[in-house]
């Protein structure tokens, strides 16, 4: 690689790095198959950089992204590039104030809509012609105009919050370069960031739909742990409606999100099991964020943590180990103390009945969603597949409410569409 090689002679300076030129020989053949010479030199490239230099965090994060298969390390946050996306709740979160807590959540409005948009930009592109950029099983126009209806009803919300409708007549018909002006990041790196953040495996059309799909529900998954942690201390602090309502913004969030699945449901199945061939290793079963989300509304139970699920994210293991609070201890704890007086307590309650049911919801649908694209086959995070989500859909949320689960009914188990 010819710009890399004469980067390296030219001292490496990081604010230099030919970006453009290693995303397009990454693009050009998929992760899975870049030749080993590039990565021999991008390897190169990380020994050389220094913490002190500007730019070197983004770099480096980058050459860890890039390299992952190259140093064995491949796995969900390294497919995703999730330590590039700077989520929700990471070094730079904000929490305290009222103020922080709107810019915290605007922040996470702007990542989705703009992971969203440039989604939904992909796909328009593409339909026109106009990028040979993952070639292989082009969707229909048809299915580029649904994807596009139905990735601006699930930022819809998102948008609303941002302000869309001062400056879109029509935001149901808003176009990705719309929503990306809407959610203009300050960020000088957010549009390099976001394209670095895109290195698929192989060159299938649909897979970059699947990861940034994947990247958005990450990004919600994150706030939502964030909402869920000051549930929590709300209810220790006996501030009931302020807890009834932070439940209320985590159940919205994932709520509002549902069409992100009927999104994902037009991926074609072919092209599906065709990249997932080269992601063996990388599971949503190693998804911090969704386990940090489960633990924080309800301590698992040891057979639950000792299991796969909770041993690939050790560090969500240890949180628990280590006392992580959780919000049906905090609730139990709080109506014990009699912290919870009407009307704010039995809105807490009824918080907690429709959060369990937004994620049972989740689950069902998710698993509808990997039963038709993977029918019997294992799933790549070493579980025997929708056998493992048939089992794991009915844990309960919470256990101090009464009545939150819902048993799945015969016909949820047989698949069929998650739209
Ligand atoms: C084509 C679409 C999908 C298929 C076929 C699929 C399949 C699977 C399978 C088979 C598992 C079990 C673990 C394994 O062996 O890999 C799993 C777990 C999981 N998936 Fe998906 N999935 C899909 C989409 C998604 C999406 C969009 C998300 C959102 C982040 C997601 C989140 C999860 C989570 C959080 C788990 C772990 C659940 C637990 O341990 O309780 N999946 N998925």
Request: charged letters at 25%; a neutral charge.
């Amino acid at each position: 690689m010819r710009e890399l090689t004469s980067w390296l002679s030219g001292g490496g300076a990081t604010g230099s790095f030919p970006y453009s030129a290693v995303l397009a020989e990454f693009h050009r053949a998929g992760k899975h198959f870049v030749e080993k010479e590039v990565l021999a030199l991008l390897d190169q490239a990380r020994t050389r950089l220094t913490a002190r230099e500007p730019h070197a965090r983004l770099l480096g994060d980058f050459l860890d992204v890039a390299l992952d298969k190259w140093d064995g390390r491949y796995d969900y946050r390294s497919y995703l590039a999730l330590r590039l996306l700077r989520l929700p709740g990471g070094d730079d979160a904000t929490v305290g104030s009222d103020a922080d807590r709107s810019a915290a959540r605007r922040d996470t409005d702007r990542l989705l809509v703009r992971l969203v948009a440039d989604a939904l930009a992909f796909e328009l592109t593409a339909a026109a012609g106009a990028t040979d950029l993952l070639p292989e099983r082009r969707p229909s126009r048809d299915v580029a105009a649904k994807r596009h209806r139905l990735g601006v009803r699930a930022v819809a919300p998102a948008l609303a919050r941002l302000g869309i409708a001062a400056t879109v007549p029509d935001p149901a018909a808003a176009t990705p370069d719309e929503l990306r002006a809407v959610a203009a990041d300050a960020e000088p790196d957010a549009d390099l960031i976001l394209r670095l953040s895109m290195l698929p495996v192989h060159v299938s059309h649909d897979e970059y739909l699947f990861i940034r799909v994947l990247q958005s529900y990450e990004c919600l998954f994150a706030r939502i742990a964030e909402e869920l942690r000051a549930t929590i201390a709300a209810l220790a602090t006996g501030h009931a409606g302020r807890a009834a309502d932070r439940l209320a913004y985590a159940r919205g969030s994932l709520t509002a999100a549902g069409p992100l699945f009927s999104l994902l449901a037009t991926m074609q199945p072919e092209a599906f099991r065709t990249f997932r061939e080269y992601t063996t290793g990388a599971s949503a079963i190693q998804s911090r964020s969704y386990k940090l989300m489960e633990s924080l509304c309800r301590t698992p139970e040891g057979s639950r943590l000792d299991s796969a699920a909770y041993r690939q994210v050790p560090e969500v293991r240890d949180l628990v180990h280590a006392g992580q609070p959780s919000i049906d201890d905090a609730y139990r704890t709080a109506v014990r103390d009699g912290l919870l007086a009407a009307p704010d307590g039995e809105r807490v309650e009824r918080e907690m009945r429709s959060f369990a049911a937004a994620v049972l919801q989740w689950r069902r649908t998710h698993h509808r969603l990997a039963t038709r694209m993977l029918g019997p086959r294992p799933g790549t995070g070493y579980t025997e597949g929708t056998p493992y989500l048939a089992a794991v859909r009915s844990i309960p949320v919470f256990t101090s409410v009464a009545g939150e689960t819902r048993p799945p009914s015969p016909t949820e188990s047989t698949g069929g569409s998650p739209e």
